[in-house]
């Protein structure tokens, strides 16, 4: 696949001559568990985080050339470490306001990062639903467009308590769920993402990992 619709326009930025610092590799579990779908919680693995002397920026792109981080307008490349991740570390004291440009059959195209959101579903709803009391769950859970944190997108959610994993797809990414893991919002069994850039009547579906 080449560009994904969200990823509309391509765009060039200017490239900072200082790049990311290497990134100590992911434990080889949460690695495995992330790319076969069957992780309860990547946004703990993939976005941004602070660490001891910066901020560590990690990407799933399983299709992608490259991917840097765009801060303030300078973009600077993170490393490839096989599988379609990509990581590196930033010397910044806080997490910023970023973008991803991300280079697909030699287009960049600058995106958010569905990973350095919050929950987009409140917790009146999971306790709820946790409970088998919410009585309008066709506005908590499926696709629901919204703006979140300022930003415009759809909020994907569906109650799989039993899976060991759950990923989004749909024709904004070739029907492959590999960059979209869910996460799993605490004892609720209700997975949740917030894609930004997806409008409404979107067609998609969840690839669920059952154990």
């Not at 910066?54 to 307008?73: I, K, M, Q």
């Not at 910044?92 to 440009?101: G, N, V």
């Not at 059959?105 to 959101?117: I, L």
């Not at 060991?164 to 996460?183: E, L």
Request: with cysteine; charged share 20%.
């Amino acid at each position: 696949p080449t560009a994904f619709p969200e990823e509309a326009e391509a765009v060039a930025v200017p490239t900072t001559a200082v790049g990311t610092r290497p990134v100590a590799a992911l434990d080889a579990t949460d690695r495995a568990r992330l790319l076969s779908g069957a992780h309860h919680d990547p946004h703990a693995l993939l976005g941004a985080h602070p660490i001891p002397g910066g901020v560590v920026f990690r990407v799933l792109r399983p299709y992608a050339e490259s991917v840097a981080v765009v801060v303030d307008g300078r973009r600077t490349e993170l490393r490839g470490v096989g599988d379609g991740l990509f990581s590196g570390v930033l010397p910044l004291d806080t997490i910023p306001e970023y973008l991803l440009s991300v280079t697909y059959a030699g287009h960049a195209y600058e995106v958010q990062d569905p990973y350095r959101f919050l929950p987009a579903l409140g917790e009146v709803d999971l306790h709820l639903i946790g409970e088998g009391r919410h009585e309008e769950l066709w506005r908590a859970l499926g696709a629901h467009p919204m703006t979140h944190q300022g930003v415009t997108g759809t909020r994907f959610t569906v109650w799989a308590p039993n899976a060991q994993g759950v990923r989004v797809c749909g024709d904004f990414c070739h029907w492959d769920g590999t960059a979209y893991p869910m996460r799993s919002l605490g004892s609720s069994g209700v997975w949740e993402l917030f894609l930004p850039g997806i409008g409404e009547g979107t067609p998609y579906k969840f690839d669920i990992t059952r154990p």
